[in-house]
């Protein structure tokens, strides 16, 4: 099966499918000896002759998916130009090259996916997907039932209202609640704007699932490897997400051709009106 030049060459685990991407305008990858520059180019990965910079390329690495339980105040990338402490440094015994599915923040905590599969990644970070996110929060004073509702309502952001989310209470300190809240979006900061919106800062979070991932009793800071089931279900949810979103796009289409003929007959109808209409003139 012919696939995407920089596909195969990201896939090898050498490069990222941007830094694959430059390779290939530089000049730097020949399949079967000739230079290829162009980036729509396919080959085949088992019959095709690729190398980079004169050295072939290595067999792609096996699938690989991995769940993090990130520590605060560490960054949720592979490097840090600042030097700040990295997720990459807690994967000492991950010798495949893999990359965070999405982010946390700098101060916050809890389950992070890393994978190799970089069209799985894609698909579950699409924000028409919608994968399910929970987080155990804890925030400022305690909440209103009116702050509830309207957070499993939506809430208005300054980039639009925000969709339906789903709150619980799992219990309260002196003067802070503790709230387990879901949400299907992937905003940048999403969960913390809501809670500032309705004057409930966030003062501690940790994402406990992720779509059917649950972080269960891993310690912070380690990692492991997911489950064949776990895996199997990831991809499943992907391939739901994908099959969704293809349906979407085709019912979008079918309306699209359907107002085109709606409008081509009112046009016709129009114009044989009108055509009659001068008949009837002239006969006259």
Known sequence: MEVRLQKVIADSGLASRRKAEELIVQGRVTVNGAVVCELGTKVDPGKDHVKVDGRHLKPAPPQTFVML????????????????????????????????????????????????????????????????????????????????????????????????????????????????????????????????????????????RFGPLALGELPTGQYRYLTDREANAMRELARERQDAQAGGMQAMARQARAKRARAKWARNTRSSRRTKASSKRVST
Do not use: C
């Not at 440094?89 to 982010?103: A, E, K, N, S, T």
């Not at 802070?176 to 299907?184: A, M, Q, R």
């Open 69 to 208: 339980n990130k520590p605060k105040n560490v960054v949720s990338t592979m490097s840090d130009p600042g030097g700040r402490g990295t997720i990459a440094d807690l994967l000492p015994g991950v010798h495949v090259r893999v990359f965070p599915v999405g982010r946390l923040d700098f101060d916050s905590e809890g389950l992070m996916l890393l994978t190799n599969d970089g069209e799985l990644a894609q698909l579950l970070l699409h924000p028409r997907h919608h994968v399910p996110k929970t987080y155990l929060i804890k925030v400022k004073g305690m909440l209103a039932p009116e702050h509830i509702d309207a957070l499993e309502t939506g809430i208005m952001l300054d980039d639009g209202r925000t969709g339906p989310a789903v709150v619980k209470k799992v219990g309260k300190a002196t003067e802070n609640s503790w709230l387990e809240i879901t949400i299907f979006e992937g905003r940048k900061h999403q969960v913390k704007r809501m809670l500032d919106a309705v004057n409930h800062p966030v003062l501690k979070l940790k994402r406990v």
